[in-house]
């Protein structure tokens, strides 16, 4: 008999995630389960966008979204999904668990789903939640990545009291806090946007597509000490931009690194290293922004979202998150948005509140994660 010892490690993922060897039946509420298809995409819209107004959360989805969800192809929902449909072919509830193929530090099994309000109350929420677990558990240890594992939910702070407490009860716990925040671009006189210059060999450029991939590079070397954060496969970056907007996305290159440095820094990833080498462009800070057309009836104003943002480690400190964000507040401005808007982990470890108070950013709300570390 073989035996782990622990002591060297943690224990494989095929045991941590204590995964179940079937899935628990859904009976209540007297509906249909089945897998989501694409073909549900509008019902799927539909039920998603009542869920958000009931719950009186701050965002709504269009169809390109949803769309987009049925054709990355790491998404699994013949396996990984659920839709309750009643008696009338209706959708009324939904569950989804998604794991990132880019995970190398720890292992994630993210849950997504709801009931709709007229069948709440019935117990379907809570039996749908428990398939997730422990589909989300049979995920993870699938995965056969001998990392630390997590099962995680997102919630508004703001959000059903219930929801919070299902979460709760099935052992999750606040992990993470997060803050919406805006800046005012109607004034832009009264308020001025701040005319940054770049040292040395550093230059803004607006997004181009031969670029991108530069920009994914630099995002996952940019983000590899925050918490939570895994890197991105080219397929995910470039996955769900049907509200991308490169004309608000800006870029900061080094137009002249020093190479030599950077490949004898032990902190240079191995892509980052093998474009070195090639004499590809290197991308040190990035500005990715994002229009959500449907969030602006909600919210009562229109904004640019900037989705990513960050710099190089390397780079820290000579501006360049700063100059590509203040040039795309500038385009949304142009265009005529009336805020920017983004979201910032309350533990963000490189000193970006401070940056986005000195901008004129101010909170709006906010939104946690929960989980079961594993």
């Known amino acids: 008999m073989t035996t782990v010892d622990s002591s060297t490690g943690p224990a494989p993922i095929a045991e941590r995630a204590a995964a179940p060897a079937s899935l628990p039946s859904i009976t209540a509420g007297s509906l249909t389960w089945r897998p989501a298809v694409p073909d549900d995409a509008p019902a799927l819209l539909a039920l998603r966008n009542t869920i958000a107004e009931t719950d009186d959360e701050p965002y709504r989805e269009s169809i390109e979204e949803i769309t987009e969800l049925f054709e990355a192809p790491w998404r699994r929902f013949d396996t990984d999904s659920l839709v309750g449909v009643d008696g009338e072919g209706r959708l009324r509830a939904y569950g989804t668990v998604e794991s990132m193929p880019g995970d190398t530090r720890t292992v994630r099994a993210f849950l997504f789903g709801g009931v709709h309000p007229q069948v709440r109350g019935q117990g379907v929420g809570r039996e749908l939640f428990a398939w997730q677990v422990a589909r ?26 219930s929801k919070t407490r299902l979460y709760e009860r099935a052992g999750f716990t606040p992990r993470r806090f997060y803050s919406d925040l805006r800046r005012d671009l109607r004034d832009l006189v009264a308020a001025p946007l701040p005319e940054v210059t770049l040292d040395g060999s550093l230059r803004l450029v607006p997004f181009a597509p031969e670029l991108d991939d530069a920009a994914r590079l630099a995002h996952n070397d940019a983000f590899r000490d925050h918490w939570g954060s895994e890197p991105q496969t080219a397929e995910q970056w470039t996955s769900s931009r049907s509200a991308f907007v490169p004309a608000w996305s800006f870029l900061v290159l080094d137009d002249a690194p020093d190479v030599d440095a950077l490949l004898a820094d032990a902190d240079t990833d191995a892509e980052t290293a093998a474009s070195l080498r090639a004499g590809e462009p290197l991308v040190v800070g ?5 229009r959500f057309d449907e969030d602006f009836a909600v919210r009562g104003y229109s904004f640019g979202y900037t989705a990513l943002l960050g710099t190089r480690r390397a780079y820290r400190g000579r501006k360049a998150a700063v100059a590509a964000l203040a040039a795309g507040m500038r385009a949304m401005a142009t265009d005529g948005m009336e805020f920017a808007c983004l979201d910032v982990d309350t533990a963000n470890p490189s000193g970006a509140h401070g940056m986005y108070a000195g901008l004129g950013y101010e909170f709006t709300h906010g939104s946690r994660m929960l989980s079961i570390e594993l």
Not at 138 to 158: C, F, N, T, Y
Not at 286 to 290: F, G, H, L, N
């Open 136 to 161: 989300g558990r049979q995920v993870l240890a699938a995965s056969g990545k001998d990392l630390p594992a997590r099962l995680a939910v997102m919630a508004e702070d703001d959000g059903p009291a």
């Open 286 to 290: 990035y500005q990715m922004a994002d």
